[in-house]
């Protein structure tokens, strides 16, 4: 392996389609797209400061760097790669990326960021910003910390163990997710999704868990102030462990909770032969 040492890099493509080599205490600035096209690249304890790092690559292996703010939208379209003990500053990072792992990573100002990518693995990651998560599928791991809002929004085929959600409108429209484990705390949850399953869950959230189909939930909390709770849900087959605030109108299926303050029942489309609320 060639072996790239300690010297400051600046200029548009500096490494250009650079392949089978060691990066190791080197800064890139003053010019976009350094290692674009990369190929089997080790990069260790560099600092980024432009954008585009990291496009088009394949087979990197990139640890204990720093990404600075001017450094966005720096990974993007790199496959089969992994990304350890990186502090983010940057927004817009990771874009249409295949088969990635991505562990101990710190995203202080993540808008938009983890767009469009399929096969991830996220472990001990802590995210600031909105819109993380966007339409990728394929999503695994544990520990994952998120402030921020409209996370995971039209992603599919997600499992989540271990993890503090603080999100407005988290997960909606998605397909096939498991939380296990989970503290989720916002507004909206995850409305328009299908085949959601939460197992161990923590959640408070006015208005959450609206128009959903297949819903299950085994041992889960629901905090009392959360209200207007599945409305227009189908094929619900939750255990609550707690007392409710307001249900309203679903649609079909069971509810078993310890309680309830009030069933809102006012739409007259709805057959309630279809729907059990069950006190336990």
Request: charge should be neutral.
């Amino acid at each position: 392996m060639n072996e790239i040492q300690s010297r400051h890099l600046t200029g548009e493509r500096a490494l250009f389609r650079c392949k089978d080599t060691l990066i190791e205490n080197c800064t890139f600035d003053d010019g976009e797209s350094p290692l674009k096209e990369g190929r089997n690249l080790t990069v260790k304890h560099c600092t980024f400061g432009y954008k585009y790092p990291l496009w088009y690559g394949k087979g990197h292996k990139v640890s204990s760097c720093l990404f600075l703010p001017l450094s966005r939208s720096g990974i993007w379209y790199t496959d089969d790669s992994s990304f350890s003990d990186l502090d983010i500053k940057a927004p817009k990072e990771f874009r249409r990326c295949k088969n990635i792992s991505l562990e101990r990573i710190s995203f202080s100002d993540a808008q938009e960021t983890l767009w469009n990518c399929e096969g991830v693995t996220l472990e001990q990651v802590k995210v600031k910003g909105d819109y993380f998560g966007r339409n990728t599928s394929k999503v695994n791991g544990r520990n994952l910390v998120i402030d921020g809002n409209y996370i995971f929004d039209g992603g599919k085929d997600i499992e989540r163990r271990d993890c503090l959600f603080h999100s407005k409108d988290a997960f909606w429209n998605c397909k096939n997710v498991t939380l296990i484990n989970c503290t989720i705390e916002g507004e909206y949850f995850a409305w328009n999704s299908e085949n959601v399953t939460c197992i161990g869950c923590r959640f408070k959230s006015h208005q959450g868990f609206c128009y959903r189909k297949n819903l299950i939930r085994k041992d889960c909390t629901i905090s009392f102030d959360s209200d207007l709770i599945f409305e227009y849900c189908e094929n619900l087959d939750c255990d609550i462990r707690s007392s409710l605030g307001t249900i309203k109108n679903p649609i079909s299926g069971k509810i078993r909770c310890l309680g309830y303050q009030e069933y809102i029942k006012d739409d007259e489309r709805i057959n309630l032969s279809g729907i059990e609320v069950i006190k336990q």
